[in-house]
């Protein structure tokens, strides 16, 4: 088996707001009745946590559920334990309609944080970020600048963004650059 890499090693940029690249993360996309019991059971078994309402992200350390869909979710575990939570979610789900997919080395994932977060989001996305349109907890699927990404709020201070593998030197530059400082808007 080969080694595991990261999208971009692990960089850091120390702006107005701290933007990180964070190492590999298990996602997995499921794809089902979200209203059912058995797919709900299925995605909080092995992620450890309730499962999220509409628009809403329920994570906790490496683990936790987005919605992205009416009828998709992004059930997030340590990168390690990604075949294991597969093959468990599969073996609950078996004689339903369903759609599971291992998409952990297909996505990057990118925390920013700071007091000034919520500003360096907000310069990239058509999403209103407001603090009183998007809390903790809440979860978008938007645009960054021309790329498709996801974001969520863990706490009041951190965003954490998930987009393409393919594009993650551009969506880091483009948190870079919006963190730069003497940039600041002064909105929030």
């Known amino acids: 088996m080969s080694d595991v890499v990261a999208a ?11 933007v990180e690249a964070a190492g590999p993360r298990g996602m997995i ?4 009745d979200l209203a059912a019991s058995v797919l709900k059971n299925a995605t909080t078994g092995v992620a450890g946590v309730d499962f999220p309402g509409q628009g809403e992200a329920n994570c906790v350390g490496e683990k936790g559920i ?7 979710v992004l059930v ?16 609950v789900l078996a004689g339903t309609h369903h759609l ?3 998409v952990s080395d297909a996505r990057a994932l990118f925390f920013v944080s700071g007091l000034d977060a919520r500003e360096v989001i907000a310069k990239l996305t058509p999403a209103d970020v407001s603090p009183s349109a ?5 979860f978008r699927r938007t645009r960054l600048a021309q790329v498709p990404a996801a974001f969520w709020m863990r706490d009041a201070e951190t965003f954490e963004v998930i ?19 003497g940039s600041e ?3 929030f």
């Open 185 to 187: 808007v002064g909105y």
């Open 100 to 102: 599971i997919a291992n």
């Open 76 to 91: 997030l575990v340590p990168y390690a334990e990604v075949p294991d939570a597969v093959g468990r979610m599969e073996k």
């Open 134 to 138: 998007f809390r903790p907890g809440q």
């Open 8 to 18: 971009l090693q692990g960089a850091v940029y120390d702006g107005f707001a701290k």
């Open 29 to 32: 996309t499921v794809k089902g």
């Open 66 to 72: 987005c919605w992205m869909a009416p009828d998709e």
């Open 163 to 181: 987009c393409f593998r393919s594009v993650a030197r551009y969506v880091f530059d483009l948190l870079k650059t919006a963190a730069l400082p």
